[in-house]
């Protein structure tokens, strides 16, 4: 299995763009999270989606923030207008709901916005 | 609500020598608690795992780490630690087991092998 793919590896931008990440979780797999790590407040869950549902997006930042997961292998990040503190590294991680398995996280997008 | 301390940011710690990385979990129910490792530039590999039962727990790369309820700490621990050991460790709970819910996790402790 290929894992956890996440798309960009890494975005530069500007203030005031938009900025859309990708992931697509492991095959099978039911359960996506995004999750957002900053070396001030370190790792921080943003959103997650049972089944194509999101259940809990308490995390998300602002209302700039939006996620999706129109399909069982797909979902995106949207940042609009990005800002310079939305800089940090964006992981998507999945598993298997409705018991205890292990996440497994892609590699992330090291996001910079100028 | 559930948080996590890692109380030390960096442990410097010399080839072939043990070491403990400290965690400490603040929850009002039943947890489950978790390591990760996350090498540079990679995403978190999960080291090892407590859901019940035995309080001590072996995972990869020869880490073991103790769950303690009455002083709530995970510490993780390693008795002999190897250059390729660098790399940031993660603790991490959650009250539902870690897959249906997202994880809380502690600030991370960056571990550092010198030769």
Same mark, same amino acid.
């Given at each position: 299995?290929? &894992? ?5 590896? %890494? ?15 492991? /095959?099978? %797999? ?27 997006? /308490? &995390? ?5 923030? /939006? ?48 | ?39 540079? *530039?990679? $995403? ?8 019940? $039962? ?6 990869? *790369? ?45 600030? $991370? ?7």
């Amino acid at each position: 299995d290929a &894992g956890v793919i996440q798309s960009p590896r %890494h975005e530069v931008t500007e203030m005031g763009q938009e900025v859309t990440l990708r992931c697509k979780p492991i /095959s099978g %797999h039911n359960s996506l999270f995004w999750y957002r790590q900053t070396m001030m407040r370190g790792l921080e869950l943003l959103i997650y989606f049972n089944n194509n549902v999101p259940i809990d997006d /308490s &995390g998300m930042p602002e209302d700039r923030f /939006s996620a999706k997961m129109p399909n069982a292998s797909f979902s995106t990040l949207k940042i609009q207008p990005s800002e310079p503190r939305d800089s940090a590294v964006y992981f998507c991680a999945s598993t298997l709901a409705g018991g205890i398995y292990e996440q497994y996280f892609g590699p992330g997008t090291r996001l910079t916005v100028t | 609500a559930q948080s996590v301390t890692q109380l030390d940011s960096q442990v410097p710690v010399f080839e072939e020598a043990p070491v403990e990385l400290r965690c400490n979990y603040s929850s009002s129910v039943s947890v489950y608690l978790f390591w990760y490792v996350q090498y540079p *530039n990679q $995403g978190l590999q999960l080291l090892l795992k407590y859901l019940s $039962g035995s309080t001590l727990v072996k995972g990869i *790369n020869g880490f073991e780490a103790e769950f303690n309820k009455s002083q709530t700490s995970f510490h993780l621990r390693k008795p002999s630690v190897h250059i390729s050991d660098t790399a940031e460790y993660f603790c991490a709970v959650s009250d539902r087991g870690g897959g249906a819910d997202g994880l809380t996790f502690g600030k $991370g402790t960056h571990l550092i092998i010198q030769p």
